[in-house]
């Protein structure tokens, strides 16, 4: 592993698959939410946030419309068949 960057707090490595490893002054790992604020604040990667949720509530809502749709067409059916 190459050193990247040396503190008094961590110390961060790049790793041979371009992926970085992060030890603490204790020479233990640092892992998680808090090598992912260490990372990100020393600006070696950026951090994006899944789009899965957003998806997902816009295929509801087109469900929804396409209901809306289909119960007000119906009743637009229904009337031109009665007489009088």
Known sequence: MKLV????EYSIYQRSDDRYAVKGADKKPINGD???????AEGLVTVTLPAEPVAEEAAE??????EEAAAEEAPAEEEPAKEE
């Open 34 to 40: 808090d090598k992912v604020k260490i990372l990100v």
């Open 5 to 8: 960057k040396k503190t008094d």
């Open 61 to 66: 809502e087109e469900a929804a419309d396409t």
